[in-house]
């Protein structure tokens, strides 16, 4: 079986990244989405929040025989990746700036994980410059974020904002 992580922060999820799962599921049997709890950076949603949103899109989305879950995970990627017997890292790369950063990681957990493979795919066009940060900070300017996010991303966003 091949199995791969997706891993990110997924603060929140974007349709470019459900565009990768969806590209990700002709690929590999099983996908994890593996959202990093990362106690140092300031998050919109907890990661209980980003993981229940997760579950709650990927019922929407065509999958075909792949079956997708969702985890969180801390620490090394690759000791996690190898905890879950997974094959590859699946990573979305948008533009030539994401390759650099997206390179690198690629590099360096290869040096500490040799067997597993990291495959990068690029979203359709259409997300190309969507990105988890960008839509938060439209949204908190008051910008419309419909066609970017999930419905439901943007109404628990709408919803968390008015608290
Ligand atoms: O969605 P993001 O924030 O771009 O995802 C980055 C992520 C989670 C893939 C990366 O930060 C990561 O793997 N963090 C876990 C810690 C780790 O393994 N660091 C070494 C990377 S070479």
Redesign the pocket.
Do not use: E
């Given at each position: 079986m091949r199995r791969a992580i997706y891993?990110?922060?997924?603060?929140p999820v974007t349709n470019g990244h459900l565009d990768i799962i969806q590209r990700g599921c002709k690929l590999f049997d099983e996908i994890i989405v593996?959202v990093?709890v990362?106690p140092d950076?300031q998050a919109f949603f907890s990661i209980e929040e980003r993981s229940e949103i997760l579950k709650e899109v990927l019922k929407d989305i065509d999958r075909g025989d792949c079956t997708v879950i969702v985890e969180s995970?801390q620490?090394?990627?690759?000791?996690?990746a190898s905890e879950r017997k997974a094959n590859a890292?699946v990573?979305g790369i948008r533009a030539i700036s994401d390759y650099e950063?997206e390179l690198?990681?690629?590099l360096?957990?290869r040096r500490?994980q040799p067997r597993l493979e990291t495959v990068f795919m690029m979203p359709a066009e259409e997300y190309s410059y969507v990105s988890?940060r960008l839509v938060k900070e439209v949204f908190h300017l008051g910008a419309r974020i419909d066609g970017l996010v999930p419905t439901i991303v943007e109404e628990r966003m709408k919803k968390k904002n008015a608290i």
């Open positions: 891993p990110g922060s997924f603060d593996a990093l990362n950076k995970f620490g090394l990627m690759v000791q996690y890292i990573r950063y690198q990681m690629a360096m957990n500490l988890s």
